[in-house]
């Protein structure tokens, strides 16, 4: 990103977000998976 002129941290953020999420979803939806199995 330095060759483009970019600051390296303000262009690997959306990178950064969408991993954050992606693992928050995961971990949401298998602790419910869990959850769920234990219910029914």
Known sequence: MNKYGF??????DPLI??????????????LAAVLLAELL
């Open 17 to 30: 977000t969408t991993v954050k999420d992606v693992t928050a979803l995961l971990i949401y939806f298998g």
């Open 7 to 12: 600051d390296p941290a303000a262009a690997s």
